[in-house]
């Protein structure tokens, strides 16, 4: 028998059980007793997505913003949130939870048959516990080194308790985070519920499409402080080329001119070209599935599809994946330069873990493994150092060119094989894999035309796409999003924050279009298991 599970009534029970007295009282959204109608459902997403917003532009009471470190810098755009805002960790907390739960079921750590009513809803209350676990892992650590109260506020606390206002500051940010993260946690629940599609996809989506329209049409010179110039055009891909195509001499752009156009940070044409190339790829992969044919076992000439899509695993394995390196970017930035975390034998100020030397990007690693597995950002992470190694040798940052070579094989390796694995583990711990599958086309009365009415045989018959479409969708997404960060996107949304985005927008226009035949139809609820 299983190490976590225990006999008990002569049915095996995964130890999770003992902490559902814990679980039970945990803040919970009230799933709908009745169907919630489209247009009830779509006004709770929009004035989720506006409170996101706002939530994004309320900063932390008491913290020094110039000061503060943000150890997610490279990975915002995907993290969702706002650096110094009450969002400040995004869904890290929520992604991170998730890790771990997919990596222990996958593992088969944790006996829980998530087929079950019971199971299920024990799991999911674990994994809101490790949300929150990981909220207070998360923001102390980065409260007590990176995130700094400001002078004004530790002196305030201070009159108060006299020798403890820099650690009531701290205490008062770390709460401050937590509100902020288990509202995104509970806003999560709550579009889940009574909205359409998933929170924590919603607000991804909306922060990379924030980010990209900046990116392309902000007119703001790149030096605020200095006037508009050829050195200090505006930064936003359109009117920085506008500006550049009016201003420069045909002289001057056969000089330099085109370089700094298409290839030059920030924002080249060269990021917004590839940024509507991989979105219209992800459009196309979406839309790609292989369709099982089905006919209804009682009523003749009622037939239908099941489409098994090539990205079946849909985005959430690049989520995961993205959420991961952010996390170990953000340890190994932490034991390199935290007070006492660097202290720590072994792993303290190791540059073998990761080093941070760079003083104008203090959170990107120069070297050790955090550099290898961090994301590369464009063509002037290999390519330009490659063409130019004088003019770009800045961008190396001391590293040689087979170093920059190995960095991208590591990256582009754990990006495919990780949104591999994720895939497997999502699609298990989703019951969408052959067996669920199975049981569902059966519920609704379908089944494969020639094929007996029965769950083994449809699970056999999908045993043969299901596992190797999963496999292909992880590799897919896991390459698409790292050839992205190779070729560089608009607003530093990174390759797989546009992976993400066109997949939500793409999956939220399918889910509105199938809540809209639901409320004609309301038969077809039986079918997507809805109550």
Known sequence: ?????????????????????????????KKPEIHVRFGTKMWWTFGLLV?????????????DQQKAVDVFAGFRAIMAGASGSLMHLGIGPIVTG??????????????????????????QGTQKLLVIIMIFVESVPQTYGLLVPSVSFDAQLNNLSPGNGENLARFAIVMQLFVGSYLVFLMDEVVSKWGIGSGVSLFIAAGVAESIFIGSVN???????????????????????????????????????????????????????????IFLIVAYAESSSIELPLAHGKVRGARGRYPIRLIY????????MA???????????????????SQTPILGHNPYIGAYTDPLNPTVPTMGGAYYTYQIAGLSEWLLPLMNPVQYSAYMRGHSHFQVFIHLIVYLAMMIGGSILFAKFWIDTTNMGPEAVAKQIERSGMQIPGFRRDPRVLKRVLERYIPMVTVLSGAMVG?????????????????????????????????????????????????????
């Open 1 to 29: 028998m299983p190490e976590d599970e225990e006999e008990e009534g002569g049915k095996k029970k995964s130890r999770l059980y003992k902490l559902k007295p814990i679980l039970d009282r945990l803040p919970a959204v």
């Open 51 to 63: 409170i996101y917003f706002i939530l994004t532009n309320v900063m932390i009471y008491g913290l």
């Open 98 to 123: 998730s890790i771990i739960m997919q990596l222990f079921t996958g593992a088969k750590i944790i006996g829980l048959d998530l087929t079950k009513k019971e199971d299920k809803a024990i799991y």
């Open 219 to 277: 007119w703001a010179p790149v030096s605020d402080s200095l006037p508009m110039s050829l050195t200090n055009p505006p930064s936003g891909t359109i009117p920085k080329t506008i500006y550049l195509a009016t201003t420069m001499s045909s002289s001057d752009l056969t000089r330099g001119g085109y370089e700094i156009i298409f290839i030059q940070n920030p924002n080249p044409m060269i990021a917004f070209i590839g940024t509507i190339f």
């Open 313 to 320: 695993a849909s985005n959430i394995p690049v989520i995961l």
């Open 323 to 341: 959420a991961l390196l952010a996390n170990i970017n953000m340890f190994a930035l932490l034991f390199w330069q935290h007070p006492t975390l």
């Open 479 to 531: 390459a698409l999003a790292a050839f992205a960060d190779m070729i560089g996107t608009v607003g530093n949304a990174s390759g797989t924050g546009v992976l993400l985005m066109t997949g939500i927008i793409i999956r939220m226009y399918e889910q509105i279009g199938k809540e809209k035949a639901m409320e004609m139809h309301p038969m077809l609820r039986q079918f997507f298991g809805k109550d």
